[in-house]
């Protein structure tokens, strides 16, 4: 059975960065595209960085582009968001995702506030 188990999130102050890891277990990792999703207190989850099989292909929301960094490790079954100057926006329970297989880790969550 496969598990998404996320860590790392917290409270941080605007500007200030966290690191975001996602521990994979139950799947062959390196045959599979993952991505980070957040969801917003009200809002909708939405998409925020995709990463390939082997790290080959990366693409990140608007939003976060330029501050954000999404990198896998497969031979530690591992993805990572490094996340950079985090903003209140930011503020949101993130997830990993198995694009292909439709598993969901059950989130950490990040707050962004003074």
């Known amino acids: 059975q496969v598990h998404l188990v996320e860590s790392g999130g917290g409270l941080v102050q605007p500007g200030g960065s966290l690191r975001l890891s996602c521990a994979a277990s139950g799947l062959t990792f390196s045959n599979y595209n993952m991505r980070w999703y957040r969801q917003a207190p009200g809002k909708e989850r939405e998409l925020v960085a995709h990463i390939s099989a082997y790290g080959g292909i990366r693409d990140y929301r608007d939003s976060v582009k330029g501050r954000f960094t999404i990198s896998r490790d497969n031979a530690k079954n591992t993805v990572d968001l490094q996340m950079n100057n985090l903003k209140p926006e930011d503020t949101a329970v993130y997830y990993c995702?198995?694009?292909?297989?439709?598993?969901w880790g059950k989130g950490t969550l990040v707050t962004v506030s003074s």
């Open positions: 995702h198995v694009p292909t297989l439709d598993y």
